[in-house]
Structure formats: C-alpha cells, structure tokens
C-alpha cells in the first residue's frame, strides 16, 4: 500500500477594474487538502478544504479503495526538496494604490480607451509527501496583469486585451507597452496584399496539435499522429518540453500532481522535431508502456489525470528581431479557431497589427489565417523567442508561415 499526502495553499489579492477606477479589493485564501492510498491496482482519494486531518482522510481514502477505482501502484525514489521562489513584486500595503496610480496613468496617456477587468497578486505553497519517503514543498507568487480595452468609439464591450504574468512590477515598462498598442489601434490599415504571411502570435495552433498528442487518444488509433511517436515529424527547430525549473516558471511547483520531479525539472515532447514522448499520468504510461512525461494533474478530491502546466515551446532565438525581417502580422485576438482531422486549420482574427522592423504599424482589417499543422509546425515553422513587441512581464512569440485569408 502507498499514501500521498498532498497540501495547496492558494492566497490571492484581486483588484476590481471598471471604467478606468480601481472598483474593490477581495482577498481569498484557500486551502485544498488530498489524501490517495493506492493498493492492489486501485486508487481511493479523499479531498477536503481547509482545515482537515490528514489522518481520518487517511482512514477515508481506504476505504475508498472498495470504489475499484482501477489505478496503478507505483514506487520511486525517494526525493527530499524545498524551494521558495518568492519575491517581492508589490508590498501588501503598496498594492491598491501602486495599481491605481497604474491605471489613472493609462487612461490619461490613452483617452481613447477604457479599461477593465482586474489585476491580481497570487502566492502559494504546495506540499507533496509519501509513504516512501518523498518530501517536496514550494513557494512561489506571481503578479498577473488582466486588461480589457475598450475603445470609446467602439459598440463592443471589448476591443483589446493586455495580459501577462511578472515577478516584479515596473509601471513605466507596462505603460509603454499598452500605449504602443493603443496607438497602433488607432491607425487603420488595408489589408495586407500577400496570401501568404508571417504570422507572430500564441500557441493557439499548437494547442490543436496537442490534443492529438494525449496517449489515450494515440494508442486508440484515433490521433493525426498515429503511428509517428518516435520519428521526426515537425520541424528541426520545435522543441516542445516540459518545465518545471523554478528559477524560469512563476508560481508553479517543480513537481506535478504526482510528485513526479523530471531530472533537471524538464522533460521532452517534441525534441528536434521528433515526437518523443505523449501526455501521459501515471496511469496512462502504464497502460500504454510509455514513460510518463511528467505533467499529471488533479483536482484536490480527484484521480490523477494528464496536465499542460509547465509545457512549453524552447525559446529558438534571443529576441523577435532575430526571427522576424521585414513585415509580419501580429496577432492578438481571435475568435476562436478549429482543426479538421486531417490537419487542416482555421483561425479567424479580429483584431492583428501591420509589425515592421520592431514596431507596430498600425490594425489590420479582420482576416483568417489558416494551413495545414504539418505545415505550420513544419516548414513553416520560423521560431519562438520571448522577447518582442511587448516589453514587460513573461509572454512568448510564436512564429510561422500560414495563409491570410481576407474578409470581403
């Protein structure tokens, strides 16, 4: 018999924005307590909040093994880790009027626009222990900046977003870079004449071509991947892993659900354009005789499953000028984009900007940009950087080559 006692402690500090005032403060501490046992090829799992005794959950979670709750009983090496990645980003007393002043600087520099929604401070600490001896704990905070733009000439209730997460806080850094958008939103554009395009944006691409990725879905024969887990089917350059390490992620513990510590707190998917490894938890790598990648997660009164937190696309180059001569598109609000089972994909945008030579030139009309995965994770594969257009906080660029498909 194996027990995992795991221990979240969530504390966030949330400020309210409508209309260009900060509205209120919440203030929210949880706590989330999980308790499996695991014996004879089950699982039994018993979740509370707040304060619990960890013992009498114990005592519940075996009994739960009478569920059969099929999961398998696994037994690793013993790891003893603290880490504390805490910093101070705000003080707790500066915080509400560091963010007002924030946001009464970026409606006086931007007049044409409103802006909502909230910021938050957020810290945690996670403890996972077990019965063979594993001892991990974390702590970390992150500052994370949530902005809706409404431009006053507008019937929309939303127009632009500016979002990312930091450790630290830098008025100026965020001003410019939200004031660089706002301008460049003013100043209306044609449509670019090209078919094709290079196009700089999130992962939403890549999200589809994760889901084709999970081991229950691949060894189900049900996957545009089937059949390729270990050859090279993407691009050299795409390196797509799990990270963990502390001193590169905010706010997330180097372990997973599990308790799994991957060697140097990171672990591969793609690696050099080759499907190396599937999303897997503990149980889908035993099912499939897979090696687990080590990105599991649960909910706190829940069986195990596959996570994303901590994957990510390997930086390529030091910054967006590297990848990126002459024009590109920049992408920053979609509505929303599908993939067929061939592979064939669609995302219509709403709002993007003309980029040149390091600046934004101004809003394009809405367009689609659309291709095929393979494609676009292949030779149309440019890059990855984290340094760009926008200066402050932590966000990545993702670069490919794709069709533009203009609205009439």
């Given at each position: 018999m194996k027990t995992e006692k795991i221990i979240n402690k969530e504390s966030s500090r949330c400020l309210n924005v409508a209309a260009n005032e900060v509205t209120s403060l919440r203030i929210n501490n949880k706590v989330e307590?999980?308790?499996?046992?695991?014996?004879?090829?089950?699982?039994?799992?018993?979740g509370r909040l707040g304060k619990a005794d960890l013992d009498e959950m114990s005592?519940?979670?075996?009994?739960?093994?009478?569920?059969?709750?099929?999961?398998?009983?696994?037994?690793?090496?013993?790891?003893?880790?603290?880490?504390d990645s805490v910093k101070e980003i705000l003080k707790e007393e500066q915080f509400v009027s560091s963010?007002?002043?924030?946001?009464?600087?970026?409606?006086?520099?931007?007049?044409?626009?409103?802006?909502?929604?909230?910021?938050?401070?957020?810290?945690?600490?996670?403890?996972?222990?077990?019965?063979?001896?594993?001892?991990?704990?974390?702590?970390?905070?992150q500052l994370l900046l949530e902005f809706a733009l409404k431009y006053k000439g507008s019937a929309n209730i939303m127009d632009e977003f500016y979002g990312c997460e930091s450790d630290y806080f830098n008025e100026d850094e965020i001003c410019?870079?939200?004031?660089?958008?706002?301008?460049?939103?003013?100043?209306?554009?044609?449509?670019?004449?090209?078919?094709?395009g290079t196009v700089i944006g999130d992962f939403e691409p890549l999200q589809y071509a994760m889901?084709?990725?999970?081991?229950?879905?691949?060894?189900?024969?049900?996957?545009?991947?089937?059949g390729k887990l270990g050859q090279k089917v993407f691009h050299e350059k795409l390196n797509i892993r799990v990270n963990r390490d502390p001193k590169e992620q905010l706010n997330l513990p180097f372990f997973d659900a599990e308790g799994v510590v991957n060697e140097n707190f990171v672990n591969y998917m793609i690696k050099d354009g080759v499907i190396e490894r599937l999303l897997t938890c503990k149980k889908s790598a035993s099912d499939y005789g897979v090696e687990n990648l080590g990105a599991a997660s649960a909910n706190y009164d829940g069986v195990p499953s596959f996570g994303i937190s901590g994957l990510e696309v390997e930086n390529t180059a030091e910054d967006l000028g590297k990848l990126v001569q002459g024009t590109a598109v920049y992408v920053t609000v979609t509505g929303g984009g599908d993939m067929t089972p061939s592979g064939d994909f669609s995302l219509p945008v709403i709002?993007?900007?003309?980029?040149?030579?390091?600046?934004l030139v101004g809003?394009?009309?809405?367009?689609?940009?659309?291709?095929?995965?393979?494609?676009?994770?292949?030779?149309?594969?440019?890059?990855v950087t984290n340094k760009g257009i926008e200066r402050f906080g932590k966000r990545s660029y993702f670069v490919y080559r794709a069709k533009l498909v203009n609205k009439t």
């Amino acid at each position: 018999m194996k027990t995992e006692k795991i221990i979240n402690k969530e504390s966030s500090r949330c400020l309210n924005v409508a209309a260009n005032e900060v509205t209120s403060l919440r203030i929210n501490n949880k706590v989330e307590n999980t308790v499996r046992v695991y014996d004879k090829g089950c699982i039994g799992v018993e979740g509370r909040l707040g304060k619990a005794d960890l013992d009498e959950m114990s005592r519940s979670a075996q009994e739960k093994l009478q569920q059969g709750i099929a999961y398998p009983e696994t037994h690793d090496e013993a790891i003893v880790m603290d880490v504390d990645s805490v910093k101070e980003i705000l003080k707790e007393e500066q915080f509400v009027s560091s963010i007002k002043g924030l946001v009464a600087r970026l409606a006086k520099e931007n007049p044409e626009f409103i802006f909502s929604n909230k910021v938050l401070l957020n810290s945690s600490q996670s403890t996972y222990q077990n019965s063979d001896g594993t001892s991990l704990s974390y702590k970390g905070n992150q500052l994370l900046l949530e902005f809706a733009l409404k431009y006053k000439g507008s019937a929309n209730i939303m127009d632009e977003f500016y979002g990312c997460e930091s450790d630290y806080f830098n008025e100026d850094e965020i001003c410019r870079d939200v004031k660089s958008k706002c301008d460049a939103f003013l100043k209306e554009l044609p449509h670019v004449a090209e078919d094709e395009g290079t196009v700089i944006g999130d992962f939403e691409p890549l999200q589809y071509a994760m889901q084709h990725l999970l081991a229950d879905l691949y060894f189900n024969k049900a996957s545009l991947f089937d059949g390729k887990l270990g050859q090279k089917v993407f691009h050299e350059k795409l390196n797509i892993r799990v990270n963990r390490d502390p001193k590169e992620q905010l706010n997330l513990p180097f372990f997973d659900a599990e308790g799994v510590v991957n060697e140097n707190f990171v672990n591969y998917m793609i690696k050099d354009g080759v499907i190396e490894r599937l999303l897997t938890c503990k149980k889908s790598a035993s099912d499939y005789g897979v090696e687990n990648l080590g990105a599991a997660s649960a909910n706190y009164d829940g069986v195990p499953s596959f996570g994303i937190s901590g994957l990510e696309v390997e930086n390529t180059a030091e910054d967006l000028g590297k990848l990126v001569q002459g024009t590109a598109v920049y992408v920053t609000v979609t509505g929303g984009g599908d993939m067929t089972p061939s592979g064939d994909f669609s995302l219509p945008v709403i709002v993007s900007y003309l980029y040149r030579d390091g600046e934004l030139v101004g809003r394009l009309p809405g367009f689609t940009v659309s291709g095929n995965i393979f494609s676009i994770l292949g030779d149309g594969f440019i890059g990855v950087t984290n340094k760009g257009i926008e200066r402050f906080g932590k966000r990545s660029y993702f670069v490919y080559r794709a069709k533009l498909v203009n609205k009439t």
